[in-house]
């Protein structure tokens, strides 16, 4: 074999082994649990060290997890990753995909076609056809009441059933929830549609980052449009109230969603915060309905006492999304998508940034813009702080020193005086240098003149 061929042969082999080395790692991420291995597998996970709290007992969910919200470590879990039907709280994946694009004071005239193909027995918040609603009620509509009417209008705002479907199924993939399958905006029972409580799990988890997601789930009433009085025919409203049990009654519960169908039994995703920490729990399937709410607060309760005492025994995922522009703070406002929207406030910022002075500019952390670097911009306040402070005390002391006594007009030292004017009044005044010397010389002269015009007025009328 000649010294080429055998080279040839050499590139081949490491090829050959380059190639099947890469598609057994593919095939081993393939087979990889989102989160982690333990995840996939079946019964409770729970890695506890010395003096770590037991769990509660007569756990009954089909599936359950509990995880630190800020950290992502699942602290136990069952079945996380096991396929169930989600009931309602599939909304909250409705809200993650939804909310960011519209402003919560728009108003939209909701049409019959809108509130037509509601499937049999699902939840309502009461929205009626040919009135107009703001956002914001809708979304209360969603959150409290779980209404479906609510979540059809807004899902036809968004260009449709299907348009929205596929987007929440786009939103699942990128926040790696893969055990989810959506065919219906609001949860209601279809065959295939499934979730898992780690899915479930990573959709609260991500729409507690939108202020808006956050307040509507923490709601726990308000009051609802109606529809028109007939004999006044002024918009009526009635209050409704969040059917999540625990909102007020679990210190520290800040939501999120609960949901029920004869299919799916209950489910339920909550949040809580307490000592500076936030947990997730999610539980679904449990043997009787009332049974959720109590599951879900022992586990609250176990996983606050469980704090320093377990080992993870799975992750939370980031989400693969780059974050939209305005979650943090609010909605987009209008039909826009969040990123456009907030790139446009992002570029009316700088133009405001750009006609201030480069001190008084916000620091720019990284990238480019107009303004200093963060210890620059904080020397330059300052410096300017103490300049202003110091030409401050200069103004005090030339306020407060002894007034010089008035000069004889003519003398150089008159001529000076006359010159400078100080004090509070520039050009000259009652708080002027000199001003109360020439007070003094008027008044002098005005009775000298009067003395003056007594003697003549005497003289003409002659001896008394």
């Given at each position: 074999?000649?010294?080429?061929?055998?080279?040839?042969?050499?590139?081949?082999?490491?090829?050959?082994?380059?190639?099947?080395?890469?598609?057994?790692?593919?095939?081993?991420?393939?087979?990889?649990?989102?989160?982690?291995?333990?995840?996939?597998?079946?019964?409770?996970?729970?890695?506890?060290?010395?003096?770590?709290?037991?769990?509660?007992?007569?756990?009954?969910?089909?599936?359950?997890?509990?995880?630190?919200?800020?950290?992502?470590?699942?602290?136990a879990a069952r079945n996380a990753h096991q396929?169930?039907?989600p009931a309602s709280t599939l909304k909250m994946l409705f809200a993650d995909t939804v909310l960011?694009?519209?402003?919560?004071?728009?108003?939209?005239?909701?049409?019959?076609?809108?509130?037509?193909?509601?499937?049999?027995?699902?939840?309502?918040?009461?929205?009626?056809?040919?009135?107009?609603?703001?956002?914001?009620?809708?979304?209360?509509?969603?959150?409290?009441?779980?209404?479906?009417?609510?979540v059809h209008v807004l899902a036809h705002m968004n260009g449709g059933l299907q348009q929205t479907v596929t987007e929440m199924q786009a939103r699942a993939r990128t926040l790696q929830?893969?055990?989810?399958?959506?065919?219906?905006?609001?949860?209601?029972?279809?065959?295939?549609?499934?979730?898992s409580a780690y899915d479930l799990t990573l959709f609260a988890r991500a729409g507690l980052r939108n202020a808006d997601f956050r307040s509507y789930c923490a709601t726990r009433t308000a009051?609802?449009?109606?529809?028109?009085?007939?004999?006044?025919?002024q918009r009526t409203s009635f209050d409704i109230a969040n059917t999540d049990r625990l909102l007020g009654k679990y210190p520290g519960l800040i939501g999120v969603k609960n949901g029920y169908t004869t299919?799916?039994?209950?489910?339920?995703?909550?949040?809580?915060?307490?000592?500076?920490?936030?947990?997730?729990?999610?539980?679904?399937?449990?043997?009787?309905?009332?049974?959720?709410?109590?599951?879900?607060?022992?586990?609250?309760?176990?996983?606050?006492?469980?704090?320093?005492?377990?080992?993870?025994?799975?992750?939370?995922?980031?989400?693969?999304?780059a974050p939209a522009a305005g979650a943090a703070t609010g909605p987009a406002a209008g039909p826009a998508t969040g990123a456009a929207t907030g790139q446009?406030?992002?570029?009316?910022?700088?133009?405001?940034?750009?006609?201030?002075?480069?001190?008084s500019r916000p620091p720019v952390l990284s990238g480019g813009g107009s303004g200093l670097a963060p210890a620059v911009w904080t020397a330059a306040v300052l410096g300017s702080a103490l300049t202003a402070l110091a030409a401050a005390r200069t103004v005090a002391r030339r306020r407060t020193a002894p007034v010089p006594a008035p000069a004889v007009a003519g003398s150089p030292a008159g001529r000076g005086a006359a010159a400078y004017r100080g004090g509070a009044t520039a050009l000259g005044g009652a708080?002027?240098?000199?001003?109360?010397?020439?007070?003094?010389?008027?008044?002098?002269?005005?009775?000298?003149?009067r003395s003056a015009r007594t003697r003549r007025s005497r003289a003409a009328s002659g001896p008394l």
């Open positions: 074999m000649t010294r080429a061929a055998a080279g040839a042969a050499a590139s081949a082999l490491v090829l050959a082994v380059g190639a099947s080395t890469a598609l057994a790692a593919l095939a081993q991420d393939a087979a990889g649990v989102v989160g982690g291995e333990r995840l996939g597998r079946p019964d409770v996970q729970v890695a506890p060290l010395s003096g770590a709290p037991a769990l509660p007992p007569e756990l009954t969910g089909r599936s359950w997890l509990v995880a630190d919200a800020a950290t992502g470590e699942v602290l396929p169930m039907p960011p694009k519209f402003d919560r004071a728009q108003e939209h005239q909701v049409t019959p076609a809108e509130l037509a193909n509601l499937g049999a027995g699902s939840s309502l918040v009461g929205v009626k056809e040919n009135l107009p609603y703001r956002v914001e009620d809708l979304w209360r509509g969603v959150f409290l009441s779980s209404g479906n009417d609510a929830a893969n055990d989810t399958r959506v065919l219906s905006p609001d949860g209601y029972d279809m065959d295939g549609q499934v979730s009051h609802f449009p109606g529809g028109l009085d007939k004999l006044t025919g299919n799916a039994g209950a489910t339920f995703t909550g949040a809580a915060e307490r000592g500076g920490r936030t947990l997730l729990v999610t539980v679904m399937h449990p043997e009787a309905q009332g049974k959720v709410y109590d599951e879900a607060a022992s586990l609250l309760d176990w996983g606050f006492a469980a704090a320093g005492k377990v080992q993870p025994v799975g992750q939370l995922v980031a989400d693969t999304a446009a406030a992002t570029a009316a910022e700088a133009a405001a940034d750009s006609q201030l002075p480069p001190w708080t002027a240098v000199g001003g109360r010397g020439r007070r003094h010389l008027a008044r002098r002269a005005r009775a000298a003149l």
